[in-house]
């Protein structure tokens, strides 16, 4: 019973494309995140929605666009992809405020050729 | 700003050798305290953390992490370790209420058989 699940696993696409990594959480978090882990494992945080509403907007190219349909669900959009993109996207989720513990999914590893 | 700095980027210990990795953060007030851990190919998962009370927080799989207020740190440790307890290990500190965590580099941890 996956808490915080990411589709897909892996991606890999040229240049140039526009695409979508989908997350799901089934844990009743109402705060959900997307983070970047380049090759050097460093966690850089993107986006983060609290009840639908952006709450962190990190500098990233407006390239990346977050959109959270639900509480539960937080989806990050791609177009024109770079080779720069690459790196391993990791969703996670938890309660409201500082003092919660986030929760990660498997991660979605891109990778652009 | 606030920021985490992790001294050791690698570190190589042989099975049964005693663990002691370092954190540090930047900031004045209350703070949460997180260490996370990545093993290989898997997604980060919290070994322990520190909100409030008894300084000395006891987490999963042995290992314990003592906060310090004012060297402003939370080193993570462990008596023993184990080859399977090799994994990339993460310090994260937020302000209370604070939605967003601040990461540090992360060490990566070798343990030989």
């Known amino acids: 019973d996956t808490a915080v699940s990411q589709t897909p696993k892996y991606l890999v696409t040229q240049m140039g494309n526009d695409k979508s990594i989908k997350c799901e959480q089934n844990l009743g978090h109402d705060t959900m995140y997307w983070y970047k882990q380049d090759s050097k494992k460093f966690l850089k945080i993107m986006f983060s929605y609290n009840n639908k509403e952006l709450i962190i907007n990190e500098t990233v190219p407006n390239r990346f666009s977050p959109k959270s349909p639900d509480k539960a669900h937080l989806n990050l959009h791609i177009n024109s992809l770079e080779l720069g993109d690459s790196a391993v996207y990791f969703c996670a989720s938890s309660h409201s405020g500082g003092a919660h513990e986030q929760y990660f999914g498997p991660g979605t590893r891109l990778t652009v050729t | 700003a606030q920021s985490v700095s992790q001294h050791n980027h690698h570190v190589i210990l042989s099975e049964a050798a005693s663990l002691e990795l370092g954190c540090n953060y930047s900031y004045g007030g209350t703070v949460n305290l997180f260490w996370y851990v990545q093993y290989p190919g898997q997604h980060l998962q919290l070994l322990l953390k520190?909100?409030?009370?008894d300084p000395l927080v006891k987490g999963i799989k042995g290992f314990e992490a003592e906060f310090i207020k004012s060297k402003f740190s939370f080193n993570l440790r462990k008596p023993s370790v184990q080859w399977s307890d090799t994994a990339e290990y993460f310090c994260?500190?937020?302000?209370?209420?604070?939605?967003?965590?601040?990461w540090g580099a992360g060490t990566k941890l070798i343990i030989k058989p």
């Open positions: 994260a500190v937020n302000a209370h209420s604070n939605y967003q965590l601040i």
């Open positions: 520190y909100f409030s009370g």
